[in-house]
């Protein structure tokens, strides 16, 4: 998939590889460097492995390969070539040993730039999104973006990756935030070839992480259906300053119903935003809940999906009631009406036997979200269709 530089003398590689060879077998990397100069010797070095998707991998599994030589490597800007040679070790079909080469990176000349690794990050805060596919509703990703930008500031980016699910109405939502310079998109429909794990998400995560590793001081890594959420008396920059002793840290889940709406917005619930309206929260206690994560990321090796388990530095996930994020599950892709089922009452048992209770935390800020999107872009998504 990809490699980057980690520093003067490490590197990252991210790809995919056999699932057997990796749960049967006993397959193993090694890094060379090969200046351009072709006198200056090959550098050699052993590499880790990591397998950062928890054996949820299918036909392929993701691996990412640090390689870190002894000393600096094309360090003089001289420019060169990282190999990476991966070994069967006598598994697969037969039992001989069969090594491919793979030219991980190529560096031209005078492309280094050694301040980077040192210099402070562009941004403050940076999105790694995972892959989006599928019949996306155009609204509820304008909505997400807008909410998300706000929350984040002036000193923020978002990195989405289009595995299908950027069709044209929906990449008119994203347009007036990449002219704005809020957004990146990558194309990575490529990958769907590959039968791994959900899209390939570990293995995009994995490379948002390393791509982006020098240009923020935390990355964020949700999806597009969560809303991260600090209390009012409090703001995201006091939270994360309060978290900055650990590398890692993860954010608790407050589950929306997808349908329940209040008996308010009935005949006008088209006009309202998502999170306006879906306002009624899963209130079951004692089960365990995905948690999202953000990480300062030059301290991270490899990442996961809910959080990352190769992280120099500390980890908590003590962060209850300073910040947690709610979650629309099944409403990202469905190109209808959310609301299905009108309500009056701060608390119910749902069709689905699932308690809920009424929570307007999000409904309140929806004004605010919807004035920041006009002063920011104008009008121009007024229309946004389901």
């Not at 003089?76 to 040993?97: E, F, H, P, Y």
């Not at 730039?113 to 990050?121: A, E, H, L, T, V």
């Not at 994020?325 to 190109?335: D, K, L, N, S, V």
Request: contains cysteine.
């Amino acid at each position: 998939m990809s490699a980057y530089r980690g520093g003067l003398n490490t590197f990252a590689v991210m790809g995919l590889s056999s699932k057997p060879l990796h749960v049967y077998g006993n397959p193993s990397y090694q890094c060379h460097w090969v200046p351009q100069n072709s006198s200056s010797p090959t550098a050699v070095a052993a590499a880790y492995k990591v397998l950062p998707d928890w054996g949820y991998g299918h036909v392929y599994t993701v691996v990412v390969v640090n390689c870190t030589f002894p000393s600096p490597v094309g360090h003089d800007g001289s420019g060169g070539k990282l190999l990476l040679l991966a070994s069967t070790n006598g598994g697969g079909d037969t039992k001989s040993n069969v090594t491919d080469t793979i030219v991980a990176l190529t560096e031209k000349p005078e492309n280094l730039d050694p301040n980077r690794f040192s210099s402070p990050p562009k941004y403050e805060y940076l999105y790694c999104g995972s892959s989006l596919f599928g019949q996306l509703s155009p609204q509820r990703i304008r909505e997400w973006l807008a909410y998300h930008v706000r929350l984040f500031g002036e000193r923020s980016h978002f990195v989405i990756h289009d595995a299908g699910g950027i069709h044209p109405d929906v990449m008119e939502v994203f347009k007036p935030w990449m002219e704005k310079g809020y957004v990146t998109m990558h194309d990575i429909k490529e990958q769907e070839r590959f039968d791994g794990y959900y899209h390939n998400q570990f293995l995009i995560v994995n490379d948002c992480l390393h791509r982006y590793k020098f240009d923020a001081k935390w990355m964020f890594f949700f999806d597009v259906d969560e809303f991260i959420f600090v209390p009012r008396k409090s703001n995201l920059k006091a939270v994360m300053d309060s978290l900055s002793e650990y590398t890692q840290f993860t954010i608790e889940q407050m589950n929306m119903s997808n349908k329940l709406c209040l008996s308010d917005d009935m005949g006008v619930s088209h006009k309202k935003w998502g999170f306006e309206k879906l306002v009624y929260r899963d209130a079951r206690r004692g089960i365990r809940r995905d948690r999202k994560y953000a990480v300062q990321p030059r301290n991270v090796f490899a990442t996961g999906v809910h959080m990352s388990q190769n992280v120099a530095g500390k980890t908590t996930h003590k962060t209850e009631g300073r910040i947690m994020y709610f979650h629309y599950h099944g409403t990202i892709a469905e190109r209808r009406e959310p609301c299905q089922e009108f309500v009056n009452t701060t608390s119910l048992t749902g069709k689905d036997g699932i308690p809920y209770v009424l929570d307007n935390t999000l409904r309140r800020v929806a004004g605010n979200v919807k004035k920041f999107e006009f002063k920011m872009i104008g009008p121009r998504l007024k229309r946004t269709r389901q």
